[in-house]
């Protein structure tokens, strides 16, 4: 996750982008990154951000 944003809002911000833009789930993301799904979604809801698998976002 070191390559990813620090700041919660804007990891909130760049997942949602590149879930709209480039890729089709959550998982997919975080296999092509290289990052922990569970970590992303933990570092995420501790800055209050929840996801929606059927949205495919963060919200």
């Known amino acids: ?3 990813l ?5 804007m990891l ?3 997942i949602n982008m590149k879930l709209r833009d480039q890729y089709d789930s959550l ?3 975080c296999e ?3 990052v922990d799904k569970e970590a ?3 570092k995420l809801s501790k800055g209050g951000f ?3 698998e ?3 976002k963060f919200w």
């Open 50 to 52: 929840e996801y929606n």
């Open 40 to 42: 992303l979604i933990k």
């Open 12 to 14: 909130f911000s760049f």
């Open 5 to 9: 944003p620090q700041d919660t809002t």
């Open 54 to 56: 059927s949205l495919k």
């Open 32 to 34: 092509d990154l290289n």
């Open 27 to 29: 998982d997919s993301l």
């Open 1 to 3: 996750m070191e390559s």
